[in-house]
């Protein structure tokens, strides 16, 4: 059984910082593009970032400059440190991982991002 457990939300001020994590269970966990996706209220959901399974990252220009992704392959885990927060981070932040050649995919339930004052 696969599973994608984020961790980490939570509420923060502007300017803030934040550390999501993603735990992989039930994968090779090493074989798998992981992205992260975020879905504000009455917007699509979008990517985020996104770590190869090579350890090529790519951002999404909002976010360019302050969030961070990264992957310990040996610990099955996926991370965003997302610094100097702005209320339109605000969020609920899903972790997901596609296998590159044959395409699975699978996705977390999400993670609540909540920046305010």
């Known amino acids: 059984q696969v599973q994608l457990v984020e961790s980490g939300g939570g509420l923060v001020q502007p300017g803030g910082s934040l550390r999501l994590s993603c735990s992989a269970s039930?994968?090779?966990?090493?074989?798998?593009?992981m992205d992260w996706y975020r879905q504000a209220p009455g917007k699509q959901r979008e990517l985020v970032a996104r770590?190869?399974?090579?350890?090529?990252?790519n951002y999404a220009d909002s976010v360019k400059g302050r969030f961070t992704i990264s992957r310990d392959n040996a610990r099955n885990t996926m991370n965003l440190q997302m610094n100097n927060l702005k209320p339109e981070d605000t969020a609920v932040y899903h972790c997901?991982?596609?296998?590159?050649?044959?395409?699975?995919?699978?996705w977390g339930q999400g993670t609540q991002v909540t920046v305010s004052s």
């Open positions: 770590i190869t399974r090579g350890g090529s990252t």
């Open positions: 997901h991982a596609e296998e590159p050649i044959v395409g699975f995919n699978y």
């Open positions: 039930g994968i090779i966990f090493s074989i798998f593009d």
